[in-house]
């Protein structure tokens, strides 16, 4: 029997649906509408101890679209990119501009000039929301991309009141994490609110095929491009996503948010699903500061909570994390990188429930496969297939393998990705006809569980994000002291991998302070080398390929 056929339906918890139906909504903003009437007065957001109910962010989002549509005159189909932390104004930002009918760019705060340029730039983002203590990032690179608007909050501004002023101040003056910029043209978000609601505001016609999001990521090659995810793609996701959530209450479900709402599994599952059931969603802005975390979790009785490995081990290893009312919790979700079972076992000792892993990517918006939530999930494994979704395991030529056999994982459902942003040739590698290509080798089991044993991409994952080392390696060959590089990954207590760059020099003054300095300078913290090792030669093939499997054999 060849795994595509497997009835693996057949094991999904009682109550589970086979099959959504992607068209219940006409869009992401039909699906939001439905919550600002059901849920009205019920809170919505909360972050640093401020609140929005579901009216309030109707009503803010509302007026932010129509400043967007009125003010600054964008139209449907205009790319708009955002780039902070968890803070209110996210979601204020994320469904008006959603409202607007344009088409969301999410951008890690934390890329360099460099890295936000190649994605402003290919994504034709012509509008920013930025928040202020990465403007100066954006003032060195923005006369090199197409952006007209600019659009700049500070981390306190929907704080209200003297907390608002306070917030602000300690940022800007006592903490000084806010680098003196020059964007004359720019417009405080506070005032856009304002002024949005001097304007009526017409919603454009959006309908499921329009694309919601250019969803960037490496994908197989290292160039970084687009995942373009439409409006069906995101409500398809939602609805498999609510039909795994068995044991939900409208209304009255409490989400704690430390993932970035920018990573794909946040906004789907932690922004839209947990909106769409009418969920209280805490959102944590810094989630590094484990005590600080570890504070405000102790304030509240969560019931669903969604993080990555590094997070889990992070807060299990603070003896203070005890001490949180677990209660009420009813769901852990681990994604974005596989959950060590040790940690798993931990999770489930400390707080008595057990943690569920996930499988999915920026292309499958993302949720693919997932472990049972009524507790018969299988540790070690991905899952099972959402409803809607057939998983199959291929050779190289597209061929399904039998039951037990390792080849690439491929995918197919109505929550996979059209293709890449304007890219036709990459995205006819990444597919067999209809079968979306993970480039993740697996196996499947007897009962539909499927299992990653090995990656055929080159990738590296280092704490649930994705480095691909053509990227790295571009940045380093840059350096002029440096005559060839080559990147892998090498395992890594902390973040399951770390990025190892092996380096030929070019002038024998080259020193591992120096790549350190530049790849500060050039890349985001997570995709800098940990470990730099010098070599007389890189192992090349017959033909000049260097040999990556080789190096990572040393």
Not at 232 to 243: G, M, P, R, T, Y
Not at 394 to 402: F, R, T
Not at 491 to 518: G, R
Request: aromatic share 10%.
């Amino acid at each position: 029997m060849t795994n595509k056929s497997f009835p693996w339906f057949a094991h999904y918890p009682e109550g589970v649906a086979h099959e959504i139906n992607p068209e219940k909504y006409p869009s992401i903003v039909a699906v939001l509408e439905e919550s600002f009437q059901k849920f009205g007065d019920t809170i919505a957001f909360e972050n640093m101890g401020k609140t929005l109910t579901y009216r309030q962010v109707d009503e803010y989002s509302q007026h932010f679209a129509a400043y967007l549509t009125n003010v600054a005159g964008l139209q449907k189909g205009d790319r708009i990119a955002i780039q902070m932390p968890n803070l209110l104004q996210y979601p204020v930002a994320l469904f008006g501009a959603l409202r607007a009918g344009l088409i969301v760019v999410n951008t890690n705060p934390l890329y360099t000039p460099r890295e936000m340029q190649h994605q402003f730039k290919d994504s034709g983002s012509v509008a920013i929301v930025i928040v202020a203590n990465f403007a100066h990032n954006l003032e060195e690179i923005i006369k090199d991309t197409p952006i007209k608007t600019v659009i700049i909050t500070e981390l306190g501004d929907m704080l209200g009141g003297f907390k608002k002023v306070l917030v602000n101040f300690v940022v800007k003056k006592i903490k000084k994490m806010v680098p003196a910029y020059n964007l004359p043209e720019a417009i405080p978000f506070m005032q856009v609110l304002k002024e949005g609601s001097r304007h009526s505001f017409t919603q454009p016609d959006i309908n499921l095929a329009d694309v919601a999001f250019l969803q960037y990521t490496g994908g197989t090659t290292g160039v970084s491009k687009g995942a373009t995810l439409t409006h069906k793609n995101i409500v398809a996701n939602i609805l498999q996503c609510d039909e795994w959530f068995l044991d939900t209450n409208e209304g009255d479900e409490f989400v704690v948010t430390a993932l970035p709402l920018y990573h794909i599994f946040a906004l789907t599952v932690n922004c839209f699903l947990m909106f769409h059931i009418g969920s209280h969603n805490l959102l944590i802005t810094n989630p590094r500061d484990i005590p600080g975390f570890i504070k405000e979790l102790k304030k509240v009785r969560m019931s669903v909570f969604t993080a990555v490995n590094t997070l889990f081990n992070g807060l299990l290893n603070n003896p203070e994390f005890a001490n949180v009312d677990f209660s009420k919790l009813k769901y852990t979700i681990g994604g974005g990188m596989a959950v060590q079972n040790f940690v798993a076992d931990k999770w489930q000792e400390v707080t008595g429930h057990p943690l569920a892993e996930g499988y999915g990517l920026s292309e499958t918006s993302p949720l693919v496969t997932c472990n049972p939530l009524d507790g018969t999930q299988r540790k070690g494994t991905i899952g099972l297939p959402a409803p809607s979704t057939e998983v199959a395991i291929k050779d190289d030529d597209g061929n399904d393998l039998p039951l037990g056999e390792r080849g690439e994982i491929c995918c197919r459902g109505p929550q996979v990705m059209p293709g890449y942003w304007q890219r036709p040739e990459e995205t006819k590698q990444v597919f067999f006809d209809d079968w979306f290509r993970t480039g993740d080798i697996g196996i499947m089991d007897e009962d539909g569980f499927v299992t990653i044993v090995d990656r055929k991409k080159d990738m590296v994952l280092v704490s649930g994000f994705n480095v691909y080392p053509n990227e790295v390696e571009d940045v380093i060959a840059d350096m002029e002291k440096v005559l060839e590089v080559a990147v892998i990954g090498v395992p890594d207590e902390k973040t399951t991998e770390a990025v190892k760059a092996y380096v030929v020099k070019a002038d024998p003054s080259l020193t591992e302070e120096e790549i350190m300095a530049y790849c500060q300078e050039n890349l985001t913290n997570y995709k800098r080398p940990r470990h730099i090792e010098f070599i007389d030669e890189l192992p090349k093939s017959n033909v000049g390929k260097i040999l990556r499997r080789k190096l990572r054999e040393l």
